[in-house]
């Protein structure tokens, strides 16, 4: 199996403090995220996002392979996962994640597409290390 990483970098406090996202790839490079970013609607990242574009992208990735299972090729899909973060007593906690998906798939019938999405979205690693409610919407285009 694989390992890789990303890493942060944090100064000074909860609110007046900075941070900078990077990943092994560097598809992130000391990219900016802080208190304002996360709680504030400023320009940044946050944490949640990039679980979130995580999720996506892993469930998208879980769908094509069940898919090849079942003899069918995604043209075009795309996924959002849209990430809740909730007050919860003295903290925070993720207590949401809504997949929705939009797939142009031919040759699939809305059945065997509906299986398929749920199998990923049970399956994907992702979806195994998030201990939250995981919903889906997905819906296959003409």
């Known amino acids: 199996m694989s390992t890789t990483f990303g890493s942060a970098k944090w100064q000074g406090g909860i609110k007046d403090g900075k941070g900078a996202i990077s990943t092994k790839s560097g598809a992130l490079s000391d990219y900016p995220y802080g208190f304002a970013s996360r709680f ?12 979130g574009a995580a999720h996506a992208a892993c469930f ?3 769908l094509s392979l069940i898919l090849g299972e079942a003899k069918l090729t995604a043209e075009q899909m795309e996924t959002k996962a849209d ?11 993720i207590t949401a994640v809504h997949l929705t998906l939009t797939a142009k798939i031919p040759g699939a019938d809305d059945a065997t597409f509906q299986d398929c999405a749920a199998k990923a979205k049970a399956g994907c690693p992702v979806s195994k290390l998030l201990n939250t409610k995981i919903s889906l919407d997905a819906k296959l285009a003409n």
């Open 40 to 51: 504030e609607g400023q320009p940044g990242s946050n944490p949640e996002e990039l679980i």
């Open 60 to 62: 998208t990735m879980a």
């Open 83 to 93: 990430v809740t973060l909730e007050k919860q007593g003295d903290g925070f906690a």
